[in-house]
């Protein structure tokens, strides 16, 4: 079946950078957009961006814009959100989600990840 | 942005009986491209319903969902002790994606 499986998080200082990841199984990788949503502490779920079944599409939330980047490696089965210049209220709960149809399909989700906690924090 | 509010921000209520969650869109929702879920402490959000009404793999007939254009609900006919937790809602209809603020279902 699907598996999602965050990695990557930790604690990390105001102005840094963090790399986080997430391994698929189960599915043609290849073949399916996914997504990054946050869920800082005790709040609601905030969409962070996508990139396309092939890397070539990728789109962000305003809040993340040219701090963030989504990369995919289609061979490693894996995602990557890497993040620079990090603020206290990135501060979140990171989960990967996929697409429900292969290729452009609709932007909600059957799968997600356990999830992976980055705390922004001096 | 299409920006979603959820009403009530809080249910108390007991098992077994009825209850209905709202959502209201600031523009209208394309194509009716609207989910629900259902969040339970430490867990990733469920999905339990897409394009408005259709229910997910593996939910029960107990959910169900309607509305269309800024106006969506969901209705639970006979809550069970899962059930108590968070629903957002969220469209999808274009980019950026947003999700509701969430409701938050206890136990009476």
């Known amino acids: 079946q699907v598996q999602l499986v965050e990695s990557g998080g930790g604690v990390v200082q105001p102005g840094r950078s963090l790399r986080v990841s997430c391994a698929a199984s189960g599915f043609t990788f290849s073949n399916y957009g996914i997504h990054w949503v946050r869920q800082a502490p005790g709040k609601g779920l905030e969409w962070v961006g996508v990139?396309?079944?092939?890397?070539?599409?990728?789109y962000y939330a305003d809040s993340v814009k040219g701090r963030f980047t989504i990369s995919r490696d289609n061979s490693k089965n894996t995602l990557y959100l890497q993040m620079n210049n990090l603020r206290a209220e990135d501060t979140a709960v990171y989960y990967c989600a996929k697409e429900p149809q292969k290729y452009r399909g609709p932007w909600y989700f059957q799968d997600w990840g356990q999830g992976t906690l980055v705390s922004v924090s001096s | 942005e299409i920006v979603l509010t959820q009403s009530p921000g809080t249910l108390s209520l007991s098992p077994g009986e009825r209850t209905t969650l709202f959502c209201r869109a600031s523009?209208?929702?394309?194509?009716?491209?609207l989910a629900w879920y259902r969040q339970k402490p430490g867990q990733a959000p469920r999905l339990l319903i897409y394009?408005?009404?259709n229910r997910a793999t593996g939910i029960p007939d107990r959910f169900s969902g309607s509305g269309s254009g800024t106006d969506f609900t969901l209705t639970i006919s006979r809550l069970e002790p899962e059930d108590f937790a968070v629903y957002y809602c969220?469209?999808?209809?274009?980019?950026?994606?947003?999700f509701g603020q969430g409701t938050r279902l206890e136990i009476k």
């Open positions: 990139i396309g079944n092939d890397g070539d599409v990728q």
């Open positions: 969220q469209h999808y209809g274009s980019s950026p994606i947003t």
């Open positions: 523009q209208s929702v394309s194509s009716n491209s």
């Open positions: 394009g408005a009404s």
